[in-house]
C-alpha cells in the first residue's frame, strides 16, 4: 500500500537531552518512530567547569537534530549553552530547541531603574544560537509567562508558543463530574492568557485587591457554589495565590476545587504544602501540571493530590513542524 504525502514527508528526529529530562525524552521518543534518542557524555574538569562529549557527531551532518533542556536552575544553564550552540554547526539540516519552561519569564518588565529584565537576557542569549545549515533555530516553549515576551528573540531563532491546556481539557472531560466543571482565573492576567482555551467551561474570575499592607484575594466575578472549580495559572511558586483562591471559591459555595498549571517551580520543596498528609484534603482534589520541570515531577511522584500531564506527545507533534 502506498504511503500518504503526509508519511512520506515525515522528518527523522535526532533528540538529544539534558540528563535530568530523561524521562521526557523518553516518553516523547515513544511517541513516534521518527524520532530517535540520541546521547552525550556530561562530564566535568576538575574545576568544575563542563567537560561534554557528543555522541556520534559525524553522522549528524544533514539531519534533523533537536535539544530538550531544562533550565532549572542558574548552575545548568551554560553547559546546556555550549551543547546548544555548537550542535546547529554540524552541518545539521535543521535545529530544534524544547525548553518546555522558560524560566525568566516572570522577570519581563522593568518598574524602577535598576530593575533587570533577566527574560530579556536570556532570550538574547538563545538568539545568538548561530544558524543552521537549514536556517534559523526553532524553539518550542510552552505557556511562556509573558506573550509580550516572544518580541524579545531576534532574528536567529523562530519562537513557537505552545500551550498545556488541551492536556488539561482532555482530562477535565475525563471526570465524572465533568459535566459540572467550572474554570477559576486567580487574576485578571490569567483570564486574558486562558478564557479563549477555555470558553466551552463556565468560568469564575479573582482578582487581588491591597487592604493596608497585605493584598486580599477577592471574587471579581462569576459564580462557584454546587460546581467543582478549577483555578488555572501558567505556574505556581509557593503556591500562596493560589491557597488563598481555595479558600475565597470554597466559601463562596465551591463543593471541590482543583488547580492547574503549565509549570510546578515549586522552588524550596514549597509543593509539601499541597499534599494531602499535610491536612489539605479539604484544599484541593486534584493539582495538574505538566512535566516540563523534571525535578518537581520526581519529588511529587505519587502523591496525592498532584497528577502530572505529560507534554510528551505535543513535543513529538512540534518535532514535525
Known sequence: MALS?????????????Y???????????????????QTIKWRSFEDGFPNIYINNAQDLRGQHVAFLASFSSTGVIFEQLSVIYLLPRLFVASFTLVLPFFPTGSFER???????????????????????????????IYDIH???????????????????????KKRLHQ????????????????????HKLLDLFPMVVCTK??????????????????CHVVIV???????????????????????????????????NRSWERFTH?????????????????????KAIANKAPFEVLSLAGSIADALQI
Not at 21 to 33: F, I, M, P, T, Y
Not at 110 to 121: I, K, L, N, P, S
Not at 209 to 226: F, Q, S, T, W, Y
Request: glycine content about 8%.
Open 209 to 226: 485587591v491591597r487592604e493596608g499592607d497585605k493584598r486580599i484575594v477577592r471574587l471579581k466575578e462569576g459564580n462557584p457554589a454546587g
Open 146 to 168: 509573558a506573550l509580550q515576551e516572544r518580541f524579545y528573540f531576534g532574528d536567529h531563532v523562530l519562537p513557537l508558543f505552545e500551550t498545556g491546556i488541551p492536556l488539561l
Open 277 to 297: 498528609k499535610n491536612g489539605s484534603e479539604k484544599a484541593f482534589a486534584y493539582f495538574w501540571m505538566t512535566d516540563s520541570c523534571p525535578r518537581t515531577v
Open 233 to 267: 495559572d501558567d505556574l505556581v511558586q509557593s503556591g500562596g495565590t493560589l491557597y488563598e483562591c481555595q479558600k475565597v471559591l470554597a466559601a463562596h459555595g465551591a463543593v471541590k476545587v482543583s488547580a492547574y498549571v503549565t509549570h510546578g517551580v515549586f522552588p
Open 5 to 17: 504525502q503526509s508519511q512520506t514527508k515525515r522528518k527523522q528526529v535526532h533528540l538529544f537531552y
Open 175 to 194: 471526570l465524572p463530574d465533568a459535566d459540572n466543571i467550572v474554570v477559576a482565573f486567580p487574576d485578571d492576567g490569567a483570564w486574558k492568557r486562558f
Open 110 to 140: 522593568m518598574e524602577d531603574e535598576g530593575d533587570v529584565a533577566t527574560a530579556f537576557t536570556l532570550s538574547r542569549m538563545l538568539t545568538n544560537i548561530p544558524i543552521s545549515r537549514g536556517g534559523p533555530t526553532s524553539l518550542l
Open 19 to 37: 540528563p535530568e529530562c530523561e524521562d521526557l525524552a523518553r516518553k516523547v521518543a515513544a511517541q513516534s518512530n521518527n524520532i530517535t534518542l
